[in-house]
């Protein structure tokens, strides 16, 4: 195996890499979570993978106190233009950027995105600054050598080189997740920094590591360039991302909830479709399965929240549908995201318990409140539908392609069904304000 000499590309690309210090205010809670995770996209990811941590466990009152904290960057524009992570910046009162000959230098900040952890920096020298290119995060294949660069723990600039572990990674951060992880070390200090590959192109925006520790243990997550390049571009323009709103929710697809819907190939499975919203105008509905956007082909929920992300709004949008197994052509004009979403208020009496599904292992009864819909008052301990996560005031929408606007369409709905000869069935289920696809077998369970 060839060694990589990293020497000769750290030397040319270190003057356009810098250290970035921030001063603001910030509510600090006492938190086992590591201080180089708060506020990155890896913070949920460690509550839930990595948090049986040892430290900082007290009140968990928060109080508000000056706060002081640092990360990297780089420079591609010589006119003084700067990348670096949203978490870095936060809700900074004073940005600075060092450069790499010691100079300090006030930054404005041009605009930034949380969901996808970018933000753009500028600083004003009156002269042209050392820069990096971007590079092509698509054409990088695991295994595929890297370096990153940055700022750890303040110690000033440092490389680190590893290879490319995998691609894709989702972490919950987000709709957008798609990093790169490496092995390269990412230490507390290194966000925002450029993963760069061996011609000193800039293919990932350093975002965190993951490390129950607080040290590397060879984890650590880049935002590919292709998809940085184009929120910079963006940021750069306005200093907002405008992005396309379908306004549905999407669901992954298993092997036993494609069967339920009769569809034979991948696919994002729309679980919920807002009232009102593009993707409501244009007559989709949930239960459909979107299996392509555009020339995209679409295999997962995050195919296509990418597809309508990298248009904007008011584009027309050609999707590919399967709903009840037949195949069609749906186009949709894409609006723009809500700043919010108006949650509607629930309530009511409990409900009439009303045997109905009991072959399902379930007892329903009227929606809470009126409006169409079975509730589900009692699952059975031992049934199919307690296997798969049913829950005492549940919500079925829908069972296959029939929708329901009382328990007793629930009955005729899987008796019909079980008639045709299908084994399993899909619900739709709401549990307060979520909606997702559960496949529930029809079969007669053995004792």
Same mark, same amino acid.
């Given at each position: 195996m060839a060694v990589h000499n990293f020497a000769d590309l750290v030397e040319r690309v270190a003057p356009a890499v810098v250290r970035v210090t921030v001063v603001g205010r910030a509510q600090v809670a006492e938190s086992e979570v590591p201080p180089e995770m708060r506020g990155s996209p890896l913070e949920e990811f460690f509550r839930r993978f990595g948090g049986g941590g040892n430290s900082g466990r007290g009140s968990g009152g928060q109080q508000p106190r000056r706060a002081m904290g640092q990360g990297s960057g780089f420079i591609i524009d010589a006119s003084g233009f700067v990348v670096t992570n949203n978490h870095v910046i936060g809700s900074a009162e004073r940005v600075t950027v060092e450069l790499a000959d010691g100079r300090e230098l006030p930054a404005r900040v041009v605009g930034s995105d949380p969901q996808t952890d970018i933000a753009l920096l500028r600083v004003e020298v009156g002269a042209s600054l050392p820069t990096v290119p971007w590079g092509d995060s698509n054409a990088l294949r695991v295994g595929d050598? +890297?370096?990153?660069?940055?700022?750890?723990?303040?110690?000033?600039? *440092?490389?680190?080189?590893? @290879?490319?572990?995998?691609?894709?990674? =989702? @972490?919950?951060? /987000?709709?957008?997740?798609?990093?790169? =992880?490496?092995?390269?070390? @990412?230490? %507390?200090?290194?966000?925002? $920094? %450029?993963?760069?590959?061996? #011609?000193?192109? +800039?293919?990932?925006?350093? *975002?965190?590591?993951?490390? %129950?520790?607080?040290?590397?243990?060879?984890? $650590?997550?880049? +935002?590919?360039? =292709?998809?940085? #390049?184009?929120?910079?571009?963006?940021?750069?323009?306005?200093?907002?991302?405008?992005?396309?709103?379908?306004?549905?929710?999407?669901? %992954? &697809?298993?092997?036993?909830?494609?069967?339920?819907? /009769?569809?034979?190939?991948?696919g994002a499975l729309l679980a919920a479709v807002e009232p009102g919203s593009p993707a409501d105008r244009a007559g989709l509905k949930a239960g459909d399965v979107v299996t392509r956007a555009g020339d995209r082909p679409v295999r997962s929920p995050r195919d296509?929240?990418?597809? +309508?992300?990298?248009?904007?709004? $008011?584009?027309?949008?050609a999707l590919t549908i399967n709903r009840d197994g037949q195949r069609r052509e749906q186009p949709v004009s894409l609006g723009t995201p809500p700043d919010r979403r108006e949650v509607a208020a629930r309530g009511g009496q409990r409900p009439a318990r009303e045997p109905g599904a009991g072959a399902l292992g379930l007892a329903l009864g009227p929606r809470q409140g009126g409006g169409e819909g079975a509730s589900v008052t009692r699952v059975a301990p031992d049934s199919a539908a307690a296997e798969?996560? &049913?829950?005492?005031?549940?919500?079925? &929408?829908?069972?296959?392609?029939?929708?329901i606007k009382g328990p007793g369409d629930v009955v005729a709905a899987v008796e019909a069904a079980r008639q045709a000869g299908r084994p399993v069935v899909a619900l739709q289920i709401q549990r307060g304000e979520a909606s997702s696809f559960i496949a529930l077998p029809l079969a007669e369970r053995q004792g």
């Open positions: 050598p +890297v370096l990153a660069m940055g700022n750890p723990f303040g110690l000033g600039g *440092t490389a680190t080189s590893g @290879i490319v572990s995998a691609r894709g990674r =989702q @972490i919950g951060a /987000g709709p957008y997740d798609d990093f790169i =992880q490496t092995d390269a070390s @990412i230490n %507390p200090g290194n966000s925002g $920094g %450029p993963l760069f590959n061996t #011609r000193g192109e +800039v293919v990932g925006v350093n *975002t965190a590591i993951f490390s %129950p520790s607080g040290g590397n243990i060879g984890i $650590g997550f880049a +935002v590919p360039s =292709q998809l940085a #390049r184009r929120v910079i571009e963006d940021l750069r323009d306005d200093g907002k991302v405008e992005r396309g709103w379908l306004g549905v929710s999407l669901q %992954p &697809l298993d092997r036993e909830l494609a069967q339920a819907l /009769g569809v034979e190939e991948g296509l929240s990418g597809a +309508v992300a990298a248009a904007r709004p $008011g584009a027309d949008l798969r996560g &049913l829950q005492p005031g549940d919500v079925i &929408l829908r069972v296959g392609n029939q929708e």
